[in-house]
């Protein structure tokens, strides 16, 4: 889609900085001289244009404070910070045509995004919450492996696995740990 700038960025333009550069910073209304409010786990192109997925830093004031928005769905906008070089975009009567981000540099969660299509998805964030009460709701060793292969999509072997495995580090404690 056309953002309110007037630019239009093409399907495949992405695939350059996420390959050579990795996942953006997050950022809160583009603060990228403050401290980054979390960070993207997934940044990728599907059919609808860049797709992240990431976590906000819990204990980082702002991200607290952004997280009750999206929570609250007072906030839900997404909005990216990039570098483009001469070649990578047309530019026409209405706008530029971007075929090619040279960088992305960040994407931010804001107040007003510039493209309307850009949001969060508030489910999700609603979502995660979620699955912290459920998992605070977890009481025995079955819970845990139920949760581990409802919620993470692990199957039966893996799940029994990696409890079993879990069992006996924490029974072991850390190296060098002293008990008093």
Partial sequence: GVDSYGDTIV???YASTLRNNGKPKMFFNH???GLPIGKWIKATEDDHGLFVEGELTMG????EDVHAALKHGTLDGLSIGYYLKKGDYDETESGRII???HSLVEVSVVTFPADSAARVDGASVKADDLMIETVNELETIRDFERFLRDAGGLSKGLT????SRAKTIFVQGEPGMSEE
């Avoid at 980082?60 to 991200?63: D, G, L, T």
């Fill in 11 to 13: 399907r495949g333009a």
């Fill in 31 to 33: 603060n990228a001289y």
């Fill in 60 to 63: 980082n004031r702002q991200a």
């Fill in 99 to 101: 075929k090619k981000v």
């Fill in 160 to 163: 029994m696995a990696l409890v």
